[in-house]
Each structure stands twice: as structure tokens, then as C-alpha cells.
């Protein structure tokens, strides 16, 4: 295992640690609002202090780039290593017990994603990934599906319940979507989501206004086994513009023709 790996895995575990031990009194923890539809409780700072106090020890120069903390750099100077954090990804769900939510950390190195983490700390379910190695669940190899469209396909989405300003290019492209697949599920964590498709637990994935941290770890896991993540455009963009379509090939491809139609202003990448 990739040293950078193992410790992203400590980190994420320490988190998950927090998260668990504190599921049981949620109705005690002190919540506030960031902005619409958009909340942070302590466990997320907690947990976030928990992951960049191990990436520190081990990483004192690499820079960092959290949800809660935002641009955290290592001390004012600017590193070729970029972690990416998420400590809580479904800090709603978290908070009213629906227990859909994880840990994600991912390395990025010169702009490219090397390293990733996906912990579900109540499934004790650990995806992992290094670029050029694979993806894993539990140390067993992951591969996306090999359905070959959508097709009785079965995908994940996010509703752009933060910003509503594409609510209605959204729903064109959910109901464009419903008729050729299985079913569509809407579980409340991307970076779980994502984890999902590169598990083969689901074919595909579209959302619109993530953020890095949402999907770095995710991205890299779905890349490692097989599949294709893009911008809307179908182009490397996903990250800057959040807007993000995964799935195996023949998926991925299919999700793209079928939301084109339906992309406004601003949802053209």
C-alpha cells in the first residue's frame, strides 16, 4: 500500500471515530447554517480536526483544502500536495440518523489526483485507491458494471437542492432519465454515490454544483476501476465547474447524449 495511501486511511478512520461516537446523542450537537439548505455541526469540525491533525504530523508542508476550513495552506507556502477533505459528507442525512453518509480524502499532486478515500464508518466499508493501482473495497478489487447503456441501468443523482437556479434544467434531465433505466436513487452523499459506481453497486451518476471535496476521492476511485468521470461537456472539468457525469463507458456516454438537450447557460461544461 502506497505510504500517502495508509495514511489517508488513518485519518479517515479517526474521523469515522468521531462520527460514530456521536451518532447517539445528535439531538445534543450544536448545528448552524452556512447558507441554504446547507448545514455544519460539530462533529464535521471535530472529525476535520481529527483528519488534519494526522495529514499534519505526517505531511507538515502539504497543503490542504477542506470543507469546513476552506484553503487551509500548510503555514502560507504553496505545496505540490494538496489534500482534499471532506469529513462528513452528508452532514444532513448524519443529522436526522439516516445512515447515508462518509469520510473522503484525496491527494492531489501537481493537479492530478493520486490518492483516495472513501470511509463509511457505520458499514465499516473502506473504498481506497492509488493512480495506476486500482480501486478497492476491503482490499478486494473494484470494477464498474459492464451494462452496456441505460438500459435498465441503475443511477445515482443529487438534487441541486443548495442553488436552485438549474432546478428546472435539472428536472428535464431526471425525467429524461427515468424512462430507459431500472431506477434512480438519491441517497444524500456524493462521495458515497460515487463509491457506488465505482463498486459497481450502481451503473452512473450525474449531479450538478459539487465540490471538490465532494467528489476528488470519488472521481479518482471511479477512474481506478474502469470508468469515466467528466464535466458535462465530457471534458476534464468536473472539479472547477462541479458539475460531474461517471458510469462505465457506454453509460457515461448515454447519461451525456441524454442530458445535452437540457443544458442551460452555465451548465454547458
Known amino acids: ?31 448552524s447554517t452556512k447558507s441554504h439548505n446547507d448545514f455544519v455541526s460539530e462533529i464535521d469540525h471535530q472529525a476535520e480536526n481529527e483528519i488534519i491533525k494526522t495529514l499534519r504530523k505526517a505531511y507538515p508542508d502539504h497543503d490542504i483544502l477542506a470543507e ?53 464508518p457505520l458499514r465499516q ?43 428546472d434544467a435539472y428536472l428535464g434531465m431526471f425525467k429524461a432519465m427515468i424512462p430507459p433505466t431500472a431506477g434512480i436513487r438519491r441517497a444524500g ?15 452512473g451518476f450525474w449531479e450538478i454544483g459539487l465540490k471538490p471535496w465532494d467528489m476528488a476521492a470519488g472521481a479518482l476511485l471511479i477512474q481506478e476501476a474502469g470508468g469515466m468521470v467528466s464535466d458535462f461537456a465530457g471534458g476534464d472539468d468536473f472539479m472547477q465547474t462541479g458539475n460531474v457525469v461517471t458510469g462505465n463507458p457506454k453509460v457515461w456516454q448515454e447519461i451525456l447524449d441524454t442530458i445535452k438537450p437540457h443544458l442551460t447557460d452555465g451548465l454547458q461544461r
Open 125 to 167: 466499508e473502506l473504498f481506497t485507491a492509488t493512480r495506476g493501482d486500482g480501486a478497492q473495497l476491503n482490499n478486494r478489487r473494484l470494477r464498474v458494471t459492464k451494462i452496456k447503456g441505460l438500459e435498465g441501468a441503475l443511477l445515482g443523482t443529487g438534487f441541486p437542492f443548495k442553488d436552485l437556479r438549474h432546478l
Open 1 to 31: 500500500m502506497h505510504p500517502m495511501l495508509n495514511i489517508a486511511i488513518r485519518a479517515a478512520r479517526a474521523a469515522g471515530t468521531v462520527i460514530t461516537r456521536s451518532a447517539e446523542r445528535i439531538d445534543t450537537l450544536t448545528v
Open 189 to 203: 452523499s456524493a462521495a458515497l454515490d460515487l463509491a457506488y459506481v465505482a463498486s459497481g453497486r450502481l451503473d
Open 68 to 120: 469546513e476550513s476552506g484553503a487551509n495552506a500548510a503555514h502560507g507556502h504553496q505545496s505540490e500536495y494538496v489534500w482534499i477533505i471532506d469529513p462528513l459528507d452528508g452532514t444532513t442525512n448524519y443529522l436526522h440518523g439516516f445512515p447515508q453518509f462518509a469520510v473522503s480524502i484525496a491527494l492531489q499532486h501537481r493537479g492530478v489526483l493520486t490518492q483516495a478515500v472513501v470511509y463509511d
